[in-house]
Protein backbone atom coordinates (compact mmCIF):
# COMPACT_ATOMS: atom_id res chain seq x y z
CA UNK A 1 0.00 0.00 0.00
CA UNK A 2 0.92 3.71 -1.00
CA UNK A 3 1.25 5.85 1.96
CA UNK A 4 0.42 9.92 0.47
CA UNK A 5 -1.10 11.82 3.37
CA UNK A 6 -3.03 13.92 0.43
CA UNK A 7 -4.36 10.99 -0.65
CA UNK A 8 -5.21 8.33 1.99
CA UNK A 9 -6.61 5.36 1.80
CA UNK A 10 -4.75 4.86 -1.85
CA UNK A 11 -3.70 1.54 -3.26
CA UNK A 12 -2.65 0.30 -6.20
CA UNK A 13 -5.08 -1.69 -8.31
CA UNK A 14 -5.09 -5.65 -8.85
CA UNK A 15 -7.11 -7.58 -11.88
CA UNK A 16 -9.62 -8.63 -9.07
CA UNK A 17 -10.81 -5.09 -9.34
CA UNK A 18 -11.97 -5.01 -12.79
CA UNK A 19 -15.93 -4.68 -11.50
CA UNK A 20 -15.02 -2.35 -9.45
CA UNK A 21 -13.18 0.14 -11.25
CA UNK A 22 -15.84 -0.48 -14.40
CA UNK A 23 -18.83 0.51 -12.01
CA UNK A 24 -17.01 3.53 -10.05
CA UNK A 25 -15.89 4.86 -13.53
CA UNK A 26 -19.09 4.53 -14.79
CA UNK A 27 -20.85 6.35 -12.11
CA UNK A 28 -18.24 9.39 -12.03
CA UNK A 29 -18.47 9.68 -16.02
CA UNK A 30 -22.66 9.22 -15.72
CA UNK A 31 -23.03 13.12 -16.03
CA UNK A 32 -21.24 13.61 -18.62
CA UNK A 33 -23.70 11.31 -20.95
CA UNK A 34 -26.41 14.33 -21.62
CA UNK A 35 -23.11 16.85 -22.31
CA UNK A 36 -21.99 14.68 -25.63
CA UNK A 37 -25.05 12.41 -26.44
CA UNK A 38 -23.24 9.31 -25.68
CA UNK A 39 -21.29 7.06 -23.27
CA UNK A 40 -16.98 8.64 -22.63
CA UNK A 41 -14.93 6.44 -23.48
CA UNK A 42 -14.12 5.94 -20.06
CA UNK A 43 -16.98 4.07 -19.63
CA UNK A 44 -16.66 1.72 -22.51
CA UNK A 45 -12.97 0.72 -21.61
CA UNK A 46 -11.93 -2.74 -21.35
CA UNK A 47 -10.72 -2.88 -17.94
CA UNK A 48 -9.47 -6.17 -17.88
CA UNK A 49 -7.27 -5.03 -20.42
CA UNK A 50 -6.28 -1.89 -18.42
CA UNK A 51 -5.23 -3.57 -15.02
CA UNK A 52 -2.93 -5.75 -16.81
CA UNK A 53 -1.36 -3.08 -19.06
CA UNK A 54 -1.82 -0.04 -17.26
CA UNK A 55 -1.38 1.22 -13.88
CA UNK A 56 -5.05 1.98 -11.53
CA UNK A 57 -4.58 3.45 -8.29
CA UNK A 58 -7.24 3.63 -6.11
CA UNK A 59 -8.20 6.45 -3.38
CA UNK A 60 -9.85 3.73 -0.76
CA UNK A 61 -10.17 5.84 2.63
CA UNK A 62 -12.38 3.60 5.31
CA UNK A 63 -12.37 0.92 2.02
CA UNK A 64 -14.56 3.23 0.11
CA UNK A 65 -13.88 4.17 -3.16
CA UNK A 66 -13.78 7.53 -4.21
CA UNK A 67 -11.09 8.27 -6.76
CA UNK A 68 -9.06 6.52 -8.86
CA UNK A 69 -6.41 7.60 -11.46
CA UNK A 70 -5.14 5.47 -14.92
CA UNK A 71 -1.32 5.86 -16.06
CA UNK A 72 0.40 4.53 -18.80
CA UNK A 73 4.05 5.53 -18.83
CA UNK A 74 5.59 6.23 -22.54
CA UNK A 75 9.02 6.27 -23.29
CA UNK A 76 9.04 10.27 -22.78
CA UNK A 77 6.32 10.69 -21.00
CA UNK A 78 3.41 9.53 -18.41
CA UNK A 79 0.23 9.52 -19.89
CA UNK A 80 -3.23 10.00 -17.70
CA UNK A 81 -5.99 7.77 -19.58
CA UNK A 82 -8.27 8.16 -16.91
CA UNK A 83 -9.26 10.39 -14.06
CA UNK A 84 -12.75 9.12 -12.10
CA UNK A 85 -14.13 10.82 -8.59
CA UNK A 86 -17.06 9.78 -7.01
CA UNK A 87 -19.96 12.08 -8.27
CA UNK A 88 -20.58 13.06 -4.28
CA UNK A 89 -16.78 14.03 -3.75
CA UNK A 90 -15.92 16.12 -7.08
CA UNK A 91 -15.21 19.55 -6.46
CA UNK A 92 -12.92 18.54 -3.26
CA UNK A 93 -9.57 18.50 -4.33
CA UNK A 94 -9.68 14.81 -4.70
CA UNK A 95 -8.75 15.56 -9.12
CA UNK A 96 -6.09 17.79 -8.02
CA UNK A 97 -4.57 15.11 -5.47
CA UNK A 98 -4.67 12.86 -8.22
CA UNK A 99 -2.89 15.02 -10.84
CA UNK A 100 0.08 15.30 -8.33
CA UNK A 101 0.04 11.68 -7.24
CA UNK A 102 0.88 11.48 -11.22
CA UNK A 103 3.46 13.83 -11.45
CA UNK A 104 5.15 12.17 -8.37
CA UNK A 105 5.03 8.58 -10.53
CA UNK A 106 6.49 10.05 -13.41
CA UNK A 107 9.08 11.47 -11.92
CA UNK A 108 10.12 8.18 -9.74
CA UNK A 109 10.05 6.90 -13.44
CA UNK A 110 12.43 9.64 -14.87
CA UNK A 111 9.69 10.98 -16.72
CA UNK A 112 9.69 14.56 -17.48
CA UNK A 113 6.16 15.41 -19.15
CA UNK A 114 2.98 14.44 -18.24
CA UNK A 115 0.45 13.93 -20.71
CA UNK A 116 -3.64 13.95 -21.15
CA UNK A 117 -6.26 14.14 -23.07
CA UNK A 118 -10.28 14.81 -23.15
CA UNK A 119 -13.19 15.79 -24.44
CA UNK A 120 -13.51 19.59 -26.09
CA UNK A 121 -16.63 20.02 -24.26
CA UNK A 122 -15.62 19.25 -20.92
CA UNK A 123 -15.06 22.78 -20.10
CA UNK A 124 -14.87 22.06 -16.41
CA UNK A 125 -12.13 19.64 -16.59
CA UNK A 126 -10.27 21.39 -19.35
CA UNK A 127 -10.01 24.12 -16.97
CA UNK A 128 -8.88 22.25 -13.76
CA UNK A 129 -5.87 20.82 -15.96
CA UNK A 130 -5.22 23.77 -16.78
CA UNK A 131 -5.02 25.69 -13.32
CA UNK A 132 -3.00 22.12 -12.40
CA UNK A 133 -0.29 23.92 -15.05
CA UNK A 134 -1.21 21.53 -18.02
CA UNK A 135 -1.05 23.30 -21.92
CA UNK A 136 -3.26 22.19 -24.62
CA UNK A 137 -0.72 21.10 -27.55
CA UNK A 138 -3.17 19.16 -30.14
CA UNK A 139 -6.72 19.63 -31.08
CA UNK A 140 -7.94 16.03 -33.08
CA UNK A 141 -11.93 15.94 -34.62
CA UNK A 142 -12.76 12.47 -34.47
CA UNK A 143 -16.37 11.58 -35.73
CA UNK A 144 -18.14 11.00 -34.29
CA UNK A 145 -16.27 11.17 -30.89
CA UNK A 146 -16.23 15.18 -31.32
CA UNK A 147 -12.71 16.99 -30.22
CA UNK A 148 -10.36 15.90 -28.24
CA UNK A 149 -7.90 17.74 -26.65
CA UNK A 150 -4.17 16.90 -25.84
CA UNK A 151 -2.79 18.68 -23.03
CA UNK A 152 0.93 18.27 -21.66
CA UNK A 153 2.61 19.40 -19.22
CA UNK A 154 6.74 19.86 -18.26
CA UNK A 155 7.84 18.65 -15.04
CA UNK A 156 10.88 20.51 -13.46
Known amino acids: MQHDP????MRRATPADEALVRGFTRAAYAKWVPVIGREPRPMTADYALALREHRIDLVEPEGVLRALIEMRAEPD???IVNVA???AQQGQGLGRALLAHAE??????????MRLYTN????????LYARCGYEQYAEEVL???GTVIHMRKRLR
Open 6 to 9: TLPG
Open 77 to 79: HLL
Open 85 to 87: VAP
Open 104 to 113: AVARQAGLAE
Open 120 to 127: GRFASNIA
Open 143 to 145: PPL
